[in-house]
């Protein structure tokens, strides 16, 4: 009976960390469905709600590495639990000020909340599982937190447009707390555990030397210009960009965006299989072409039909799972010492392209803002304006696959020679 009762204990301890991984995307989309109430709220441009969008990645980015430590030298449950419940505190703190320095507070520390949820269910899956589950387990910790950035869409759209924002922002906030509450009470570390010499290693300076590599750098850089498909245009400017574009209502752009959602939970082990086929960089240049050219054609001053914006944004999708991807290739080219750190060093440089992205798409936004306000005094961008500033997401991810490819080329000639 124990023997029965202990063999779904590791999937009932990992549905705690992978409820917060999926929730944490409905954090990031949120601040996408409500562009203009946030620069009406606060009367600021586009580009100081890039900025502001910017705030998430930045604290997401620069809580990387600080978590990987916490969750190496602490137990899951206190580090998970703190940082849901720093996401709730975030929420909280943007619905209650009206002050725009607070509110970037809020979204970084939104943003800091929500670095633990990759992470975090990383560790409870390699202290419960078999190493040799842990591939297929990340793989379907992918599958099921992607539906949070789903459902972060058209029904939390519709949820907004009924209710209110700032009566679903406080559900939200009390949904994270709720779920560090869960974390805290409920999840624990396997009895039986030995942990390994490695594992009770603290963090040395010596760790550091693996992220030296030119060829790491080199493939952070890709990553960092690669990310505009998902991080620029999905997560904040996809939405208002397609209600401009086509005069639809903002929950069903948001339902059209979150087909590259769709795309990704595909695109992940379809990919895995052409990367044993093709090889790993050939894989990922032909995702920057390929997230260029679809992200790229939605531009156009050419109107789709709503079922060929979906087969253009699902497509879109299985290109930005390009992501997983660099990170094998990036746990090939270190020793299994030096892994954590080197997936934490990528995941960091690869959120900080989304500050990159949101910041210079909302500068350039105004650089070309026709001068027009709505009746609430909020700045009306054209669709021309979108169309230049969104240019910049297919012309990145080009320079990126030109990278990954001379890098690609050059492990070749070193392997050979």
Same mark, same amino acid.
């Given at each position: 009976?124990?023997?029965?009762?202990?063999?779904?204990?590791?999937?009932?301890?990992?549905?705690?960390?992978?409820?917060?991984?999926?929730?944490?995307?409905?954090?990031?989309?949120? #601040?996408?469905?409500?562009?203009?109430?946030?620069?009406?709220?606060?009367?600021?441009?586009?580009?100081?709600?890039?900025?502001?969008?910017?705030? =998430?990645?930045?604290?997401?980015?620069?809580?990387?590495?600080?978590?990987?430590?916490? !969750?190496?030298?602490?137990? #899951?449950?206190?580090?998970?639990?703190?940082?849901?419940?720093?996401?709730? !505190?975030?929420?909280?703190?943007?619905?209650?000020?009206?002050?725009?320095?607070?509110?970037?507070? +809020?979204?970084?520390?939104?943003?800091?909340?929500?670095?633990?949820?990759?992470?975090?269910?990383?560790?409870?899956?390699?202290?419960?599982? #078999?190493?040799?589950?842990? &591939?297929?387990?990340?793989?379907?910790?992918?599958?099921?937190?992607?539906?949070?950035?789903?459902?972060?869409?058209?029904?939390?759209?519709?949820?907004?447009?009924?209710?209110?924002?700032?009566?679903?922002?406080?559900?939200?906030?009390?949904?994270?707390?709720?779920?560090?509450?869960?974390?805290?009470?409920?999840?624990?570390?396997?009895?039986?555990?030995?942990?390994?010499?490695?594992?009770?290693?603290?963090?040395?300076?010596?760790?550091?030397?693996?992220?030296? +590599?030119?060829?790491?750098?080199?493939?952070?850089?890709?990553?960092?210009?690669?990310?505009?498909?998902?991080?620029?245009?999905?997560?904040?400017?996809?939405?208002? =960009?397609?209600?401009?574009?086509?005069?639809?209502?903002?929950?069903?752009?948001?339902?059209?965006? +979150?087909?590259?959602?769709?795309?990704?939970?595909?695109?992940? #082990?379809?990919?895995?299989?052409?990367?044993?086929?093709?090889?790993?960089?050939?894989?990922?240049?032909?995702?920057?072409?390929?997230?260029?050219?679809?992200?790229?054609?939605?531009?156009?001053?050419?109107?789709?039909?709503?079922?060929?914006?979906?087969?253009?944004?699902?497509?879109?999708?299985?290109?930005?799972?390009?992501?997983?991807?660099?990170?094998?290739?990036?746990?090939?080219?270190?020793?299994?010492? =030096?892994?954590?750190?080197?997936?934490?060093?990528?995941?960091?440089?690869?959120?900080?392209?989304?500050?990159?992205?949101?910041? !210079?798409?909302?500068?350039?936004?105004?650089?070309?803002?026709?001068?027009?306000?709505?009746?609430?005094?909020?700045?009306?961008?054209?669709?021309?304006?979108?169309?230049? &500033?969104?240019?910049?997401?297919?012309?990145?991810?080009?320079?990126?696959?030109?990278?990954?490819?001379? !890098?690609?080329?050059?492990?070749?000639?070193?392997?050979?020679?």
């Amino acid at each position: 009976m124990m023997t029965q009762k202990y063999k779904y204990m590791p999937f009932f301890m990992w549905a705690f960390p992978l409820a917060f991984f999926a929730y944490q995307f409905i954090l990031r989309l949120w #601040p996408g469905l409500m562009v203009q109430q946030i620069m009406e709220r606060f009367s600021v441009d586009a580009t100081q709600f890039g900025v502001f969008a910017a705030f =998430y990645y930045y604290g997401y980015a620069g809580a990387q590495i600080p978590v990987a430590i916490l !969750l190496d030298r602490f137990r #899951p449950r206190y580090v998970i639990s703190s940082f849901a419940l720093l996401c709730g !505190l975030g929420m909280l703190l943007f619905i209650y000020t009206e002050i725009w320095s607070v509110a970037c507070v +809020s979204r970084f520390l939104i943003g800091v909340g929500s670095a633990v949820g990759f992470l975090g269910v990383s560790k409870v899956i390699s202290e419960w599982f #078999p190493k040799s589950q842990y &591939a297929k387990m990340i793989g379907f910790s992918f599958t099921f937190g992607l539906m949070g950035a789903i459902y972060g869409g058209k029904p939390i759209g519709l949820l907004m447009e009924t209710n209110g924002w700032k009566n679903v922002g406080l559900v939200l906030a009390l949904v994270s707390i709720s779920i560090g509450l869960s974390v805290y009470i409920f999840l624990r570390n396997p009895g039986h555990q030995q942990r390994q010499k490695e594992a009770d290693e603290t963090f040395k300076i010596s760790h550091l030397k693996a992220l030296l +590599s030119p060829i790491i750098w080199l493939l952070a850089a890709a990553n960092f210009l690669m990310v505009g498909g998902l991080e620029g245009f999905s997560d904040v400017w996809g939405v208002s =960009y397609l209600m401009v574009a086509y005069d639809i209502p903002k929950h069903d752009a948001a339902q059209l965006v +979150s087909f590259l959602f769709v795309g990704m939970i595909f695109g992940g #082990p379809f990919l895995a299989l052409c990367s044993r086929k093709l090889g790993t960089y050939t894989v990922i240049a032909l995702c920057g072409v390929g997230m260029a050219f679809t992200l790229g054609a939605l531009l156009l001053n050419y109107k789709f039909t709503q079922m060929e914006l979906m087969c253009l944004l699902f497509l879109a999708g299985i290109f930005c799972c390009y992501q997983v991807v660099i990170f094998a290739a990036g746990s090939d080219l270190v020793k299994p010492l =030096y892994l954590g750190i080197t997936i934490a060093f990528l995941n960091c440089i690869n959120m900080l392209g989304g500050s990159f992205f949101h910041t !210079l798409i909302g500068r350039m936004m105004d650089m070309v803002w026709s001068g027009t306000f709505n009746a609430e005094g909020g700045r009306l961008y054209a669709v021309a304006s979108y169309q230049v &500033a969104l240019a910049l997401i297919p012309a990145s991810a080009l320079v990126g696959a030109v990278i990954v490819g001379f !890098l690609g080329f050059r492990l070749r000639q070193k392997k050979e020679n």
